[in-house]
């Protein structure tokens, strides 16, 4: 059974870091592309960031630079690191792999 898991969300003042990760466990491929997406109340789900085959990143325009979404160190494991936080980054950020469901995300709350 495949299973789809984020952590690493948390409560952290604004120009803090915090560290998410994703794991997908139960499927027998690589998965060479993901995706990290936010939603923030009220608003529409964004897409933050990608990463294919493992080196191809892109990013939305408002966290180049803070934000970097990277393999980890197992198969079909992905982190994003995420510094120097804003308000505005707060939000329930999720990890979608291609093939797999939509996870329950994990919150990030940036206080100012």
């Known amino acids: 059974q495949v299973r789809l898991v984020e952590s690493g969300g948390g409560l952290v003042q604004a120009g803090g870091s915090l560290r998410l990760s994703c794991a997908v466990s139960g499927f027998s491929s690589r998965i060479y592309y993901i995706d990290w997406y936010r939603q923030a109340p009220g608003k529409e789900r964004e897409l933050v960031a990608s990463?294919?085959?493992?080196?191809?990143?892109d990013y939305l325009d408002s966290v180049k630079g803070r934000f970097t979404i990277a393999s980890g160190s197992t198969k079909n494991t992905w982190t994003l690191q995420m510094n120097s936080l804003k308000p505005e980054d707060t939000a329930v950020y999720y990890c979608?792999?291609?093939?797999?469901?939509w996870g329950q995300g994990t919150q990030v709350t940036v206080t100012s």
């Open positions: 990463i294919i085959n493992g080196d191809r990143t």
């Open positions: 979608k792999p291609t093939r797999v469901a």
